[in-house]
């Protein structure tokens, strides 16, 4: 044995030398990178100087790097393929400024404002011939960061891109092209260099106009025209030197690792100005940095008590790392290697909690615009029975599941309308209300009572022993013209792989259900699958009922795409339970054609109204978005705000501050 | 022999076209497709999801989308990516096969060398109670969770001990200036490790006659050495001087993954070459050997560990092919943005253009594979070839 | 004289098994497996018993559907930005036991100072729970149990059904040789070249997979694959010893040459094709269970993806009862199998006994 010491010395030797040498790689390394890095940040910081030491009215010079941690591979940096076909959210995050809009919302009020238009139009002119026209200011003085000036040809230019180069995707809701079946966009014009005239066939209310085309993106024409000759070719077009009408502009792009903008020296996009919140909901805009056009105006109602914010930017560049595994971007963050991750879902609970007791991370906790939901099919019986449905929502027992299972990390939701929209959420009323205040006895019995008034019939209709228990289920249940329900009723919910939430739920609603009386079963399915059964034409009347969410656009018109009879998913649209009501279209029409939001806010409850008495949905619930940033090395301009940091301003490069 | 091998193109050819139809056939089975999402979007026309169908050729039968993809494959003709539109597969590949290779390659050389020492320094401390610990916790760094065990890794040497970096491949603010892509650094680290490898090789099987063992030890390690101060000199000279730093960079970050790969990967060579080199060693000329007198280390050495390396190499080929299926969960949890994030991006997005490239990759060179594998035993083995041919 | 030969027969075999067991015995890997195997085994029946005899309510310690509501009183407190204060010393102890930070509270509208009940949920192992119970407020333990009782049926199902599959195919191909043989081996390079991974990918998407489809799935990817080839070479060598031309010359039907004299000498190899593949078997539904992509209600991957899901993986050894047991359990019963087949393969394979 003694022989084989002396060959454990060799390999010893080697492994070390081995190391050594990859040590001495390294150390090599590392040396020359800090030299490198910091000529880097002295050529960034010195012509930033020099512009400050000119613009004596620039308050400081933007440095520093703002990190943010990204979870997928941005598909492209190119506007026009961004917003073709398949967009994703990480690609949305990376794109830089290249688009610019009329109009806009300030964050986190989410206030409409002006963007590049002079004047927020909010009235058209009837052509008479069907058609309804907005002539739109462009203000004057804005440029591309190429220097060519942002004109009202841009937006003739987009419009007229999109349409005959046959763009998809978003495209298409940014700028629908009217035709004789669709109700959409005839013409942009330039009537002059500042002014846009855009043209709709149909009278468009608040979501289409205001809340539609004039947040529409437009890109430079100067550098566009000559690329746009074709779908493909404008979509292959690399976008890394493409104008923008912002600070930034992209400058190391390295595929799959990280990706940076750079504060452009040149830009008029310079810090200088406020903006003011109010908390009645108004804004008021005054921006002065001597090289773009001063803004001073006010939004909204502008009363009471407000907070004010500095206009960016004040961070010389913003990367975006990326790290395709989620955890590993929290421990990344929790070591300090990023600032703030971009994560439009938040971050999870006990992560959360656990980064509460590292020092320097701040907590923010905001609400989210969406809802999670519970849809029977009312084309088939039983779904198509309103006691059915209304007894199923009254046995539901919302409150017991989140606060004893789901410990309460979720917030109870009964309308389609998100309570942090304030204003537009409707009372709730009816069956839901009558039940909510009831004990699960209670429920059940009132449940019992509901099916009983709609001339259900049971040959024994069981009983309620009381309080913990479930209870006995009646039997044989039969519709009121004596059908029997269809034995093994599934209700497609996600798995608990996709979201133990909505699984727990399930699991919970399928046993309320069937101590009414009926067989009913929750069956955990795939995503994609509850999307195919639910969604597919075809499949409209194949299924009973499902679990789903949705996330919610700012300007609260679900109700017409979720429940307008125009919409049936048969025939293509949204609108999955197949609801149908000539009552609600009515009112839903009503809602589209609203020019203010007062107006629309009245139509809205009354939509609700008869909602919470027809139920095509239960509203279940709605998680809270969780996000964490470091405040020892940055400082945000705001951290309450609808949906969160990620989803208001993709963590507020424009507006952060380093503090270290 | 002629005759079996053309057979054998033959039916290869005939296994690879039904490999393509099955794996389209695979990727239609799954529901919705690569669109699905603009159907959730409650804003957009009606027609606009039929109408990116219509774009992308999605709208046509099954059968013709089929034949049609089978043509243009054998035209060259790949499509484009779904997601990355207007990327082509190829392009998508030709950026992310220079990480994996790299990482994997790595890999692969350091498991599969310590590997085989362990497992030879088993076989022959047999029956001992080191032998049977070793072995048992060998099995266990075999089988261990994979993906938790990486994670486990992440969190104690990313973050609680803090000496390697989180995932990634590199360092953003070291690349911030860098006038290279990573790929044109990786292609660079890829040629010089194959280079040092084939050096390494050939050192080896020049001195393999050498009787003297000390001799032979000696030469081997000037070698090595020799090799190293090339590899210095190489790294610090001309073009690759400059690069070096971003090298170094991209290797401080492959230590991790590397090390946690090797911990789980090396124990399948050890056991292997322990189960083998047991075998051989009750062969008739080991105890000719021991009959001789020849020293114990002599016997090990040269004669039953070079008898063992035979079906260990063999084995060694084909974990090559698996390299790229096997890297899915490494490359996931170490934000290491190669092959196996492209297979799965592709299949979870239904990207199927994408989908089927990668998968058509990986078939050609498991298809190759298995082919030298087949011709070569039916040369060595003459009762296979007999069979093969009647 | 038919009797005769059945007990001769018999006898035989109880010798050959008795032999085997020695020699099995012997390795002492194969018996530390077998020790693991077993354990995991009394775990599979206990729980069963444990529900029968009362000795568990279902409600409390189901493992998909049991709650067991504990909860505590918390004070309220918001941790201060400096540190260190009177109270804590530094941010790590803030907030200390029977607190809770006001930042971390959801929808409730409790001030500083207050006394609040929470649900401890998770729950750190105690006398009630010896391992403590989940974010959901489900037994730990018996989520272990449940976990064996699913790798036990999906391993030795799949690898059954996949050592029958590749076991026949293989001696067919071996023994008639020409287009069957072709045909076979192309099959499997087919199925070689599918990557294992991504295949179960897109099975697991349009196939709702339980456990028992996924066994199928399984035993029929790997009865398909490799392990025919590998057979197929055992039988090869079986088919040209002297003992099947002597069986052939005296006149032994194709079938019974098969039977009698190649298959029962494939047997072992098989048998130990079916220890390793409980490994991979097991293995693989972890995996696809760890990335969310299986439909079942309760397995070890799964408990594992939930604590990650739920944002427990990194939490160091806070919570150590979610991510522990779970990830240990799948690591000891592949590798008890594991250890199993070794021990298999030194009893079969006669050149790796003991010197």
């Known amino acids: 044995m003694s022989n084989f010491k002396g060959s454990k010395t060799w390999r010893l030797i080697l492994l070390f030398s081995v190391f050594a040498l990859v040590v001495v790689a390294c150390g090599d390394g590392d040396t020359a990178d800090d030299e490198v890095a910091e000529e880097a940040t002295e050529t960034t910081a010195a012509p930033a100087t020099t512009a400050a030491a000119a613009e004596e009215e620039a308050p400081s010079a933007p440095g520093g790097v703002y990190k943010m941690a990204i979870f997928s591979d941005p598909q492209t940096q190119n506007y026009w393929n961004y917003l073709d076909t398949e967009n994703d959210v990480w690609t949305s995050y990376v794109m830089s400024g290249q688009a610019v809009s009329l109009f806009t919302v300030s964050v986190p009020n989410y206030q409409l404002i002006t963007s590049m238009a002079s004047e927020l139009v909010e009235v058209n002119t009837d052509n008479g011939d069907g058609t309804f026209s907005y002539s739109v200011p462009v203000a004057k003085g804005y440029e591309w960061s190429d220097g060519a000036p942002i004109t009202a040809n841009d937006w003739e230019f987009t419009f007229n891109t999109v349409s005959d180069l046959g763009l998809a995707g978003s495209w298409l809701s940014s700028w629908p092209t009217g035709t004789e079946e669709n109700q959409g966009i005839v013409s942009v014009e330039a009537t002059d260099d500042y002014t846009v005239k855009i043209t709709f066939n149909y009278d468009p209310g608040l979501a289409k106009w205001q809340y539609g085309a004039a947040q529409a993106p437009a890109l430079s024409k100067a550098y566009w025209e000559s690329i746009a000759t074709d779908r493909e070719s404008l979509l292959a077009a690399d976008a890394s030197s493409a104008p923008v009408a912002g600070a930034f502009v992209y400058d190391k792009l390295e595929q799959g690792a990280f990706y940076t903008w750079a504060y452009d020296t040149s830009s008029m996009w310079a810090p200088g100005g406020d903006v003011t919140i109010y908390d009645s909901g108004g804004t008021k805009i005054e921006w002065d940095n001597g090289k773009a056009p001063a803004v001073n105006e006010t939004f909204g109602d502008v009363s009471g008590d407000s907070f004010t914010y500095s206009n960016g930017p004040f961070v010389g560049s913003v990367e975006f790392t990326l790290y395709s595994d989620q955890d590993a971007a929290y421990l990344a963050f929790q070591k300090g290697d990023v600032d703030f991750v971009l994560n439009p879902l938040g971050v999870k609970r006990n992560t959360f909690n656990q980064l509460a007791t590292v020092p320097g991370v701040e907590l923010v906790q905001n609400a989210p615009n969406g809802m999670r939901y519970f849809a029977f099919n009312t084309r088939i019986f039983p779904g198509s029975n309103k006691a059915f449905r209304q007894a199923t929502a009254c046995i539901i027992d919302k409150d017991f599941i989140i606060d004893s299972v789901l410990q309460g990390t979720v917030a109870s939701m009964d309308g389609i309308i998100p309570a942090a929209l304030g204003a537009w959420v409707a009372p709730t009323t009816g069956i839901m209300a009558e039940c909510k205040e009831l004990d699960s006895v209670g429920k059940w019995e009132k449940s019992i009572s509901i099916l009983q008034d709609g001339g259900w019939t049971a040959t024994d209709w069981g009983e309620h022993p009381g309080n913990e228990t479930r209870a006995i289920p009646p039997t044989g249940i039969k519709g009121p013209n004596g059908e029997a329900p269809p034995e093994n009723m599934l209700i497609y919910a996600p798995g608990p792989g996709y979201d133990p939430l909505r699984n727990t739920f399930s699991l919970f609603i399928a046993d309320y259900i069937r101590q009414l009386g009926f067989d009913v079963t929750a069956r955990p399915t795939g995503f994609s699958v509850i999307v195919d059964i639910a969604f597919d034409p075809e499949k409209c009347k194949d299924w009973h009922f499902y679990m789903l969410g949705w996330s919610l656009s700012i300007y609260p018109d679900q109700g017409v795409d979720f429940f307008h009879s125009r919409n049936d998913t048969c025939e293509g649209g949204y609108n999955t339970p197949g609801y149908n009501n000539p009552a609600y279209d009515d009112l839903a029409n009503q809602f589209e054609g609203a020019k203010t939001v007062a107006e629309a806010i009245v139509i809205s409850n009354q939509m609700e109204e008869i909602l919470f008495e027809d139920l095509p949905y239960v509203v279940l619930f709605n998680p809270p978005v969780l996000e964490v940033f470091r405040s020892d090395s940055i400082e945000l301009p705001f951290t309450e705000v609808l949906d969160g940091l990620a989803d208001a301003c993709t963590g507020c490069p424009g507006t952060v501050k380093k503090t270290s | 022999m002629y005759r079996y091998i053309f057979r054998r193109t033959y039916q290869l050819i005939i296994v690879f076209f039904l490999f393509l139809v099955t794996s389209y056939l695979l990727f239609d089975a799954i529901p919705g497709n690569a669109f699905q999402n603009l159907l959730l979007n409650p804003d957009l026309p009606p027609d606009a999801y039929e109408q990116v169908l219509a774009l992308y050729g999605l709208d046509k039968p099954l059968s013709e989308r089929v034949f049609s993809y089978v043509v243009n494959f054998f035209k060259g003709d790949f499509g484009y990516s779904y997601k990355y539109y207007p990327k082509t597969p190829i392009e998508l590949i030709a950026e992310r096969l220079p990480r994996t290779l790299m990482l994997f390659a790595m890999v692969n050389i350091i498991s599969f060398y310590t590997g085989f020492l362990i497992g030879k320094i088993l076989a022959w401390r047999r029956g001992s109670k080191s032998e049977t610990w070793i072995t048992i916790t060998s099995v266990f760094s075999y089988t261990v969770f994979y993906p938790w065990f990486a994670l486990m890794m992440l969190w104690y040497f990313g973050y609680k001990m803090d000496w390697l970096p989180i995932g990634k491949f590199l360092y953003p603010e070291k690349w911030y200036d860098s006038p290279y892509d990573s790929d044109v650094i990786f292609v660079l680290m890829i040629k010089f490790t194959v280079i040092v490898s084939i050096i390494q090789v050939l050192i080896y099987v020049f001195t393999k006659n050498i009787e003297s063992l000390s001799l032979k030890r000696n030469v081997r390690f000037i070698g090595f050495l020799l090799n190293i101060v090339g590899s210095y000199f190489f790294w610090n000279t001309g073009d690759a001087l400059l690069k070096k730093t971003y090298a170094g960079d991209i290797a401080y970050h492959m230590i991790l993954p590397v090390l946690t790969v090797t911990v789980v990967a090396f124990a399948g060579t050890a056991l292997l070459t322990r189960t083998t080199m047991m075998e051989v060693l009750k062969d008739d000329y080991i105890l000719t050997a021991r009959a001789k007198g020849l020293s114990q280390r002599r016997i090990r050495d040269r004669h039953a560990a070079r008898n063992a390396l035979l079906p260990v190499v063999t084995s060694f080929i084909f974990t090559i092919v698996t390299i790229i299926d096997g890297s899915v969960l490494t490359e996931t949890i170490f934000s290491w943005p190669g092959m196996g994030q492209l297979i799965l991006d592709s299949v979870l997005n239904e990207d199927i253009p994408v989908a089927m490239a990668t998968f058509s990759f990986i078939g050609v060179f498991a298809l190759i594979a298995h082919f030298v594998a087949d011709i070569s035993y039916a040369y060595l083995d003459p009762r296979i070839r007999i069979q093969s041919q009647g | ?355």
């Open chain 3, 1 to 355: 004289m038919k009797n005769n030969n059945n007990k001769i027969e018999k006898k035989l075999r109880r010798e050959a098994f008795s032999k085997n067991w020695k020699l099995f015995k012997q390795s002492r890997l194969g018996m530390v497996g077998l020790y693991i195997v077993f354990f995991f085994f009394i775990l599979t029946i206990l729980q069963p018993i444990l529900f029968i005899t009362g000795f568990w309510n279902e409600a409390v310690y189901h493992p998909v559907v049991g709650y067991d509501d504990l909860t505590s009183d918390f004070i309220v407190v918001d941790c201060p930005k400096e540190y260190p204060t009177e109270k804590y010393q530094s941010r790590t102890d803030c907030p200390a036991r029977n607190e809770v930070n006001i930042k971390t509270l959801f929808y409730n509208t409790a001030e500083v100072g207050d006394t609040i009940e929470l649900n401890l949920q998770p729950a750190p192992p105690s006398r009630r729970h010896i391992l403590g119970t989940d974010s959901l407020g489900r037994d730990v333990f018996s989520q272990i149990m449940e976990g064996s009782q699913v790798a036990f049926l999906l391993g030795i199902l799949s690898a059954t059904l996949g050592v029958g599959i590749s076991t026949l195919l293989g001696t067919i191909a071996a023994f008639y040789g020409g287009r069957i043989d072709a045909y076979l081996m192309r099959q499997s390079d087919l199925v070689l070249m599918l990557p294992t991974l991504p295949l179960l990918f897109i099975i697991s998407a349009f196939a709702e997979l339980k456990i028992w489809h996924l066994a199928v799935v399984l035993g029929t990817i790997g009865g398909l694959g490799g392990s025919v080839i590998t057979i197929k070479s055992q039988a090869l060598q079986v088919k040209v010893k002297p003992f099947v031309d002597s069986a052939r010359i005296t006149g032994g039907s194709n079938m019974k040459i098969l039977f009698s004299h190649v298959l029962p000498n494939v047997a072992p190899l098989a048998l130990l094709f079916m220890v390793f593949s409980v490994t991979g078997a097991i293995a693989s539904e972890s995996v696809l269970s760890f990335l969310g992509l299986l439909n079942i209600e309760m397995s070890w991957g799964l408990m594992i993806y939930l604590a990650q899901v739920e944002g427990f993986i990194f939490s160091g050894m806070k919570y150590w009862w979610l991510i522990l047991p779970a990830g240990l359990s799948v690591t000891f019963l592949t590798g008890g199998f594991y250890l199993v087949g070794r021990g298999l393969d030194e009893v079969f394979n006669p050149r790796l006994r003991k010197r």
